[in-house]
């Protein structure tokens, strides 16, 4: 018998998190259930259109850190 | 070919025995999801950038009292702290009296003082805002799931870990966030590229 699998399945699948019986399953039957890929695209395209926004700290902040690291390590040895 | 990646565990040793290069690879390497992250849990481009040096000095003070013994979770740790920190930092802002005009308004925002970055702003400004409106309308909870999965890159079992729930819990939160951030952006035609 087949594992039923669930929406939940398909989120752990997305994110390479689904446990290896679950994933053969997802992947052997996953060209014949429309509704499967229809939820792993609408994944995707979530995926790329929050991963857009992506910040980085200033120059200063990061300036900062690595002098702290810098001198920690003065101190440490 | 490229050069085999060294794992964070080996960077923070080195790092340990005195290789401050190791370090700045170690920074490198999680800085943008760490600040991502930051942001979008305290909102505010100012009080990130503060949280995220402290976040990096709690790292630096740790690991050379030779308090790390995470092995390779050197991500879940460190985003452990960044929560701990935000959370704290969201706590004490709420406490804190907003300074209004004779109208209502904050002070702060008629100044002109707001938290867009200089970043934002080389971005399309409709796209971010619209995506950070949306994501700050979430419940509490699902914001937290959706920033900390596919911002700061954890693993469900690590979130539920880091938020002292349940890895069940967490699917359903983020499955959640997902349809409901999806239905915003579909209902008012935001179209994030």
Same mark, same amino acid.
């Given at each position: 018998?087949?594992?039923?699998?669930? +929406?939940?399945?398909?989120?752990?699948?997305?994110?390479? *998190?689904?446990?290896?019986? !679950?994933?053969?399953?997802?992947? %052997?039957?996953?060209?014949?259930? +429309?509704?499967? +890929?229809?939820?792993?695209?609408?994944? %995707?395209?979530?995926?790329?259109?929050?991963?857009?926004?992506?910040?980085?700290?200033?120059? !200063? !902040?990061?300036?900062?850190?690595? *002098?702290?690291?810098?001198?920690?390590?003065?101190?440490?040895? | 070919?490229?050069?085999?990646?060294?794992?964070?565990?080996?960077?923070?040793?080195?790092?340990?025995?005195?290789?401050?290069?190791? @370090?700045?690879?170690?920074?490198?390497?999680?800085? $943008? /999801?760490?600040?991502?992250?930051?942001?979008?849990?305290?909102?505010?481009?100012?009080?990130?950038?503060?949280? @995220?040096?402290?976040? @990096?000095?709690?790292?630096?003070?740790?690991?050379?009292?030779?308090?790390? $013994?995470?092995?390779?979770?050197?991500?879940?740790?460190?985003?452990?702290?960044?929560?701990?920190?935000? #959370?704290?930092?969201?706590?004490?802002?709420?406490?804190?009296?907003?300074?209004?005009?004779?109208?209502? /308004?904050?002070?702060?925002?008629?100044?002109?003082?707001?938290?867009?970055?200089?970043?934002?702003?080389?971005?399309?400004?409709?796209?971010?805002?619209?995506?950070?409106?949306? #994501?700050?309308?979430?419940?509490?909870?699902?914001?937290?799931?959706?920033?900390? /999965?596919?911002?700061?890159?954890?693993? @469900?079992?690590?979130?539920?870990?880091?938020?002292?729930? $349940?890895?069940?819990?967490?699917?359903? /939160?983020?499955?959640?966030?997902?349809? $409901?951030?999806?239905?915003?952006?579909?209902?008012?035609?935001?179209?994030?590229?």
């Amino acid at each position: 018998m087949i594992k039923p699998i669930t +929406q939940s399945d398909l989120l752990l699948f997305f994110y390479n *998190e689904a446990d290896e019986v !679950t994933a053969s399953v997802i992947r %052997e039957n996953l060209s014949d259930n +429309q509704e499967w +890929q229809s939820y792993l695209l609408e994944l %995707e395209a979530f995926k790329s259109e929050t991963r857009s926004f992506n910040l980085s700290p200033n120059s !200063t !902040t990061l300036a900062i850190i690595l *002098e702290e690291s810098r001198s920690q390590l003065e101190h440490t040895l | 070919m490229n050069a085999p990646i060294i794992a964070d565990g080996v960077l923070i040793q080195r790092y340990m025995q005195g290789n401050q290069a190791a @370090f700045e690879t170690l920074l490198n390497r999680h800085r $943008n /999801r760490i600040f991502t992250s930051i942001y979008l849990l305290v909102n505010d481009r100012y009080l990130a950038e503060d949280i @995220f040096q402290e976040t @990096f000095i709690k790292i630096i003070n740790n690991i050379q009292a030779g308090k790390y $013994n995470h092995e390779d979770k050197f991500l879940p740790w460190a985003m452990r702290i960044a929560r701990n920190l935000s #959370i704290d930092t969201i706590r004490s802002k709420k406490r804190m009296p907003v300074v209004v005009d004779s109208e209502g /308004r904050d002070v702060f925002d008629c100044l002109g003082i707001s938290v867009q970055s200089r970043e934002d702003e080389q971005v399309n400004q409709d796209e971010i805002s619209a995506l950070k409106f949306w #994501i700050r309308e979430l419940p509490e909870e699902q914001r937290e799931v959706l920033i900390l /999965r596919n911002y700061a890159e954890l693993s @469900f079992k690590e979130i539920a870990i880091l938020t002292n729930t $349940n890895i069940n819990t967490c699917i359903g /939160r983020m499955h959640y966030a997902i349809l $409901n951030l999806r239905k915003k952006m579909q209902k008012n035609a935001v179209k994030i590229k």
